[in-house]
């Protein structure tokens, strides 16, 4: 749907040569930045053709088009411009508050309204369905389609119920001991049902029912929007409050990840999620597990470590977060506080001396056989830049002009500067 142009130039090859070798070897260092940093961000704002600046849910359509669900109405974004759907320009669409976008497989777009029920775009029409459909109740908490069992289903404030392509039918979990006074029922993104009964989670999926332990520290606390990995692992934010649990197959206790380094006693602690609460959790197709704080930032989670930006320190768009979607790019969108954000992959990345260089004026640039990169700068007042396992470190040299660097059949460096030619 997108469509990107390239830019002809007047450059020969031989004058761009230079350039794509530079590309080059930054490209290899790309492949050992932390996963935060392989990531540009573009915002789309009211500015931009937003109806309002807070997107509460945003999805990518098959037929390519972008959506965003905000307080103000429905935007569907071709690339370029927003087209605007709203109360005061489209028919049957009872309300401009609109969140928790999903595409079921015959392509019609649904969303939820706020307090009037679900709305489903097919065909270019909107219909709204409210209790007099079958619905428990108007008020809508979750909606996930299921796509293997091409079920959508949803949980509003009254219960539990699917569409059956007519109208929707109502659900019994009485078998899972529900207690109402402890939490709401919730449904992760994979469409199992879970309710909350004394210390325990407890998860219906295909007629089968897992209970997970909740610490006792934590009792206390109420959850939800759980969410499952491709692994099978569940993570289970608190409902306002600081802590994720992560349940994995075998762990007598889940993991807790936490906000500070002080919420929780011994080993059940563990930092990274964003600060005050996790509002949504998203895994992209490398693997990555994204944290929106509902006002602390993102955490990227890859390789088992939490990378926390935020507004402030990272200069992001928005520090909260309400959803996220991929789209065929593998850019992955967020819906924001302060607008729709696509996280694109960074092919390149630029380097200066606030990143540990010891020069900006970079000349040699070689990558020697154990991986390590080092690099040469002109006219710098210290020595060569090292960069190993991710980190830049000087090397101090009897000269600060270098032109060239090789590695000989040894594995010896060589370094050749304007006035000088040693080894390291």
């Known amino acids: 749907m997108f469509i990107y142009r390239r830019r002809r130039d ?20 790309t492949f050992q930045i932390p996963v935060a940093a392989q990531f540009r961000f573009e915002i789309w704002t009211t500015e931009q053709g937003l109806p309002y600046k807070i997107v509460n849910s945003v999805l990518q359509t098959k037929d390519g088009y972008v959506w965003a669900a905000t307080s103000d109405g429905l935007a569907r974004f071709d690339g370029v411009r927003f087209t605007v759907f709203n109360t005061g320009n489209t028919k049957n669409l009872p309300t401009n508050r609109l969140d928790h976008l999903v595409e079921t497989s015959d392509g019609s777009l649904w969303m939820a309204s706020d307090g009037r029920g679900l709305i489903r775009l097919q065909n270019g029409f909107f219909t709204n369905y409210t209790a007099e459909d079958g619905l428990p109740d108007n008020r809508i908490a979750q909606l996930v389609f299921v796509a293997a069992k091409n079920l959508l289903r949803v949980v509003t404030k009254g219960g539990v119920a699917h569409f059956d392509g ?23 993104n994979t469409g199992a049902l879970l309710v909350r009964h004394g210390s325990e989670i407890r998860c219906l999926a295909d007629g089968a029912v897992e209970v997970f332990e909740i610490p006792k520290p934590l009792r206390q606390f109420d959850f939800h929007n759980p969410y499952r990995d491709r692994a099978g692992n569940l993570w289970l934010p608190g409902a306002g409050a600081y802590y994720v649990l992560h349940f994995r197959d075998g762990d007598a206790v889940p993991k807790v990840f936490s906000a500070q380094d002080d919420a ?19 895994e992209d197709r490398r693997g990555n597990l ?7 930032g993102l955490s990227i989670y890859s390789d088992g470590k939490f990378r926390l930006l935020t507004k ?19 850019g ?37 056989r154990s991986g390590t990169i080092w690099i040469g700068a002109w006219l710098t007042s210290q020595g060569l830049t090292k960069y190993e396992n991710g980190e830049f470190s000087e090397i101090q040299t009897e000269s600060r002009l270098f032109t060239s660097l090789f590695e000989d059949r040894d594995g010896v460096i060589w370094v050749g500067s304007h006035n000088y030619l040693g080894k390291i």
């Open 332 to 368: 992955v969108w967020a819906a924001t506080d302060d607008g729709l954000v696509r996280f694109s992959p960074q092919i390149i990345r630029t380097f200066s001396t606030t990143d540990g260089l010891t020069g900006d004026n970079v000349y040699p640039l070689l990558e020697d």
């Open 312 to 330: 402030a320190k990272d200069k992001l768009p928005s520090d909260g977060f309400h959803g996220f979607a991929e789209d065929r790019e593998d």
């Open 166 to 188: 007519v109208r929707f039918v109502r659900e019994n979990f009485d078998n899972l001991g529900f207690d109402e006074k402890i939490g709401s029922p919730m449904m992760d």
């Open 290 to 296: 994204w944290f929106g704080g509902r006002n602390g």
């Open 10 to 29: 007047s450059l020969s090859i031989a004058r761009r040569l230079p350039l794509i070798i530079f590309g080059f070897f930054f490209l290899i260092l």
């Open 264 to 282: 929780l006693p011994g080993a059940l602690n563990q930092t990274g999620i964003p600060g005050n609460y996790t509002s949504r959790i998203f």
